[in-house]
């Protein structure tokens, strides 16, 4: 066990230096709440807990792979921070007496729970999914003087997580690589830093491996300069700091420069740790009178001119007349959307009717002119890509009309209300809306084959004989001679082609027919699609402008109500309100010169 694990954790802010300050805080606070300005009383409450927390708050923060965690670990004596990992979670450490790891990491049901883990190889539990920070208690001598170390997460320098934990920082060590000097980028992410906590400690990280650190470390050192930050430089080495440690090699271990800097923060945070909090929370107190005062005394000046009252009485005047135009233009607006879409599915079937039976009547057409049966599946094929083509067209007028009908509901809000995204009901593949109909039927009547055409013809040259071969015998002639076998032949060959244009009749007539059923069932499959889509489409608009309608009627009302309090509390008190802010100003002044007198000289 270390040394540090008879220690107990040293109380660096003494609560009676940081009472005058706590005080003065609280007395901030409940004029934010008055003023209603929430914002900056968090702002208040979190340094509230950072003066009254008597240990000092280290955070460390910098770019990935420059060796945050490493540095960490080398500042505690322990493997407490993942390292060369994906996912990365803050991780807490302050003193204890004996080794603890715990994980707060979120559950299934959005709760947190806190799970133990092995202290000695968190590494595995750190990794894991889920896991919103680590806490961990270490018998380590920097924690015993009082130093609760937190590892923020790297990577994105606008993660919330960080900036919170900076906000809640007594200081900040913020790791760069000693192979480069400090980018634009940079600086300007240690001016952000500053203005939250104005305890900086610039690390320069892994001078084992660049040997031109002294250089980069004084080009920084001007950079910070010129940008009015005065920070510290140290320049180290965490592994080497490990690796000396592990071998019990002082000399490398004063060349890691990680001993240098621990002494630093015992001279200039921890031994300071009362001055550094007063002026981190001095610096957050007259910013935010600064910021109360601005609108305090923006708001008098305005209330001391005497157009103001004339300028709330109009704003009040507008205000009911505005909200009167809107009840009266967005009353109507779902009778205009029940209308509008009862008469878009009328004219959308209407327009599917219209372009099907105009290819009917093209295709009777063209079965009139030919005998269908010769081309009977070409002309299938046809019709199949022209009926594709005719539903596209409708689904694409179906498609824009809808547009239309989305613009004339939307013309009854205000202009600042945009359309919502229509579901597309155009077609990008019309096969798939006539996958449910039925092919084009055969042609049952233009199976003639060879034998029933053969009959035909005997059945005429029959009676040809039979007739002509009568009137024959009666001037002594046999039945069947020269004269009734050639009436046979002309009348068996009359008789043929009256039944094959017989057959031809009755193919156009049954082809007529199959096109027909055809497009009663293109209209019946098609025209539920159409329906569907356009329900759809209904549904879609009706969902969004009743929220829009919920939301311009609940910021009518609220525009309305603040005119009517401002007019209330402005209009015929502008005397009592000028009082009051001037009361509040005066407060204000007063905790301002409270505040200076606190600051450390």
Not at 265 to 271: I, P, S
Request: hydrophobic share 40%; charged share 25%; net charge negative.
């Amino acid at each position: 066990m270390s040394a540090a694990a008879g220690l107990k954790a040293a109380t660096v802010k003494h609560p009676d230096a940081m009472a005058p300050v706590i005080r003065l805080l609280d007395e901030l606070r409940e004029l934010t709440r008055s003023a209603g300005r929430d914002d900056l009383g968090g702002r208040l409450s979190m340094v509230r807990a950072r003066v009254s927390d008597p240990r000092v708050r280290l955070v460390v923060v910098g770019d990935p792979k420059n060796g945050m965690s490493t540095l960490v670990n080398s500042l505690v004596g322990a493997e407490v921070s993942a390292t060369d990992s994906a996912l990365s979670a803050p991780v807490i450490v302050e003193y204890g007496p004996e080794p603890t790891a715990t994980l707060v990491r979120t559950t299934g049901s959005g709760r947190t729970e806190r799970q133990s883990v092995d202290p000695l190889d968190p590494a595995p539990a750190l990794n894991a999914e889920g896991v919103i920070r680590a806490e961990f208690t270490e018998p380590s001598a920097l924690l015993a003087d009082g130093i609760v170390l937190m590892d923020a997460p790297g990577g994105h320098t606008e993660d919330n997580t960080t900036w919170s934990m900076i906000a809640a920082a007594d200081a900040v060590l913020y790791v760069a690589a000693a192979g480069t000097e400090l980018t634009t980028e940079q600086i300007g992410y240690l001016q952000r830093i500053q203005q939250i906590c104005p305890t900086v400690i610039c690390v320069l990280n892994m001078i084992d491996i660049y040997p031109q650190w002294s250089h980069v470390q004084q080009r920084n050192r001007d950079l910070l300069d010129a940008s009015g930050m005065g920070f510290a430089v140290a320049p180290v080495s965490a592994l080497l700091h490990r690796q000396a440690a592990s071998a019990g090699n002082y000399q490398r271990d004063v060349e890691s420069g990680v001993p240098q800097l621990i002494d630093h923060l015992r001279d200039y945070v921890v031994a300071r740790a009362d001055t550094v909090a007063l002026d981190a929370a001095v610096r957050d107190i007259r910013l935010v009178i600064d910021h109360l005062a601005l609108g305090l005394r923006s708001e008098a000046e305005a209330l001391r001119d005497p157009r103001r009252r004339a300028e709330i009485t109009a704003a009040l005047s507008s205000a009911r007349a505005e909200a009167d135009q809107l009840r009266q233009r967005t009353a109507n607006w779902q009778v205009t959307l029940m209308d509008g879409s009862t008469e878009l599915m009328a004219d959308i079937e209407h327009d599917l009717r219209h372009r099907l039976r105009s290819l009917v009547r093209d295709a009777e057409t063209e079965i009139g002119k030919t005998d269908p049966a010769r081309r009977w599946k070409d002309f299938g094929a046809d019709l199949d890509a022209r009926i594709a083509e005719a539903v596209e067209e409708n689904f694409v007028m179906a498609h824009y009309r809808s547009v239309e009908l989305c613009e004339q509901v939307a013309a009854r809000f205000p202009a600042d209300h945009r359309t919502p995204p229509l579901p597309d009901l155009r077609l990008n593949n019309p096969g798939e809306a006539l996958e449910p109909v039925q092919p084009l039927e055969p042609l049952e009547s233009a199976k003639a084959g060879v034998t029933q055409q053969f009959l035909s013809g005997l059945r005429g040259s029959y009676g040809g004989i039979l007739m002509v071969g009568l009137a024959t015998s009666l001037i002594g002639m046999s039945l069947v001679n020269w004269y009734s076998a050639g009436a046979g032949v002309l009348l068996g060959v009359n008789a043929l082609w009256d039944d094959r244009k017989s057959r031809k009749t009755r193919r156009r007539a049954e082809a007529k027919v199959a096109v027909s059923r055809l497009m009663d069932d293109v209209i019946f499959q098609v025209g539920k699609e159409s329906r569907n889509r356009l329900r759809a489409m209904q549904r879609a608009l009706r969902d969004h402008f009743t929220d829009i309608a919920a939301e311009v009627a609940r910021a009518t009302d609220e525009a309305l109500r603040g005119a009517e309090e401002a007019y209330a509390k402005y209009g015929d008190h502008g005397k009592d309100r000028v009082a009051d802010l001037d009361s509040r100003l005066a407060a204000l002044h007063a905790l301002r010169e409270r505040a200076d007198a606190l600051a450390p000289v």
